[in-house]
C-alpha cells in the first residue's frame, strides 16, 4: 500500500476544521459591511436629515407623540435597538445551548439584519418613523448573529490556534469594510456621471450593504456545522442561565471588576464609532466624502495601531497599554471639541487618532479579559460578556443624545463622552491585574 496517499484521521480533521475556519471568516466579512458602510458613515448623517425634513418648527418631532429633537432621533434609536437586542440575546443562546442547532438561529438573525438593511433603499422623504424601525431590527439581529457567531470560536479552533484565527476574521472584517467604502466613495462622489440623485446614492449605499451581507452569509452558513450540546449544558432557560453565570462570576469579583471598567469606556468608544458621522456632518458642516474618507482612515490605522499597542504590551503589559490608551482616547476627544468648522484636514487627525486606539483598545481588552476566566468556563463567561457589553451601551448614545437635546451643540455631546474614558481608566487602575488571574486560577503571565 502506498502509504504517502493515506490520510489520518488527524488529517482529516485538521483539514475538515481549517475549512470551517475558513468559512467563519466570511461571516465577518459579509456583516461588517453594515457596522462600518451603514451605523459608522451614511444612516447618521442621513437619518437626521430626514428627520429634519419631519421635524415642526421647533426643530422636534414626534415620535409615539413624545417629543425629540431631531439631531436626537438617530442616536435615541441607537440606544433602543441595544435595548432590544439584550432583551432577546438570552433566549436565542439559551435556543442555541438547548438544541446544539445554532446555525439555523445565526440564518435568522443575519438575513433578518439582512433584509432590514436592505429595506433602507425606501427611506426617503420625511420617513423617519421607518428609518428608525429598520435601524433597530437591523442592529438587534446584527447583536444576536454576532453572539452565535462569536459562540463558534471554541468549537472550530483549539487554544493553540484560537488567537490566529480570531484575528483572521476581525482582519477580514476590516478589508471588506474598506473594500465596500471605496465602492460607495466612488458612487457617492460621482452620483451624477452615474445619473442618479445624492439621496438615491445613500440609499443604495445603505441597501447594498444588506445585499453584501446576505449574500456572503452563505459562506459561513454551508461550512459551519452545529454541534449537540451535553444534556447538562442546556439545562436552563436564556434568564436563568445568565443569572446562574453571573452568580458563579460573584465567586471572582475582581473579575466582576475588570469587566465593569470594561463595560464603562468601551460604552464610550462604541458611541464614537456611532456618532462621529453626524458629529462630521452636522456641527463641522462636512461632506459625506470627506467622512467617506475619514473612515476608510479609521479602518486602516485601527490594524497599524493594534500591532503598535499590541508590541507595547508585550513590552509594558495590556494593563498599562490599555490605560495609556484610555488616556489617548480622552485627549483625541478633547481635541475633537475645539476643531474648527469646515476643516476636513482637522477631522481626518482626529480619525488617524482614534484609528490608531480603536483596534488595539478593544483587542487587548478581550485578550486580559480571556486570563480571568476560570478554567473550563470560557464559552459561558464570554457569553455573559457580549449580553453585557451590549446590555450597557445604550447610555453613550442616550448620554449624547440627551446632551445635545439639552444643549443644542454637538460639541457639549461629543466632549460629554469623555467621562466613560476617565471613569473607565479609574476603575481599570484600581484591578489588581495578578491577583484577578491568580484567583481565576490561571497562570499568571511574566508581563500582564
Known sequence: MDTDTVRSPAADEGAARRREQRGWYFYDWACSVYSTSVVTVF???????????????????????????????FAYAVSLSVLVAVLVMPLVGAAADRTGRKKPLLAAAAYTGAAATAGMFFLDGDRYLLGGLLLVVANAAQSVAMMLYNSYLPQIAPPEERDAVSSRGWAFGYAAGAL???????????????GVSESMAVRICLASAGLWWGAFALIPLRRLRDRRAPAREASLPGFRQLAATVRDMRRHPLTLAFLLAYLIYNDGIQTVISQASVYGSQELGLGQATLIVAVLLVQVLAVAGALLLGRLARQ???????????VAWTLTLAAGYFLPAGAPGWFFVL????GLVLGGSQALSRS?????????????????????????????????????????????????????FVLGFVLLARVPVRRAIADAGNPVPKRI
Open 43 to 73: 444612516l447618521g448623517p442621513y437619518l437626521t436629515s430626514v428627520a429634519e425634513a419631519a421635524a415642526d418648527a421647533d426643530g422636534f418631532v414626534h415620535p409615539l407623540g413624545i417629543p425629540v429633537r431631531a439631531g436626537s432621533f
Open 351 to 354: 480619525a488617524a487618532g482614534i
Open 368 to 420: 486580559l479579559f480571556s486570563h480571568l476566566v476560570p478554567p473550563g468556563k470560557e464559552a459561558e463567561y464570554f457569553s455573559a460578556y457580549e449580553i453585557s457589553d451590549r446590555g450597557l451601551s445604550w447610555l453613550g448614545p442616550l448620554l449624547f443624545g440627551l446632551t445635545y437635546q439639552l444643549t443644542g451643540s454637538y460639541r457639549d455631546a461629543i466632549v460629554s463622552l469623555v467621562g466613560f
Open 316 to 326: 509594558y503589559g495590556a494593563k498599562r497599554t490599555i490605560l495609556g490608551s484610555l
Open 180 to 194: 465596500v467604502l471605496v465602492a460607495n466613495l466612488v458612487l457617492y462622489t460621482g452620483h451624477d456621471s452615474f
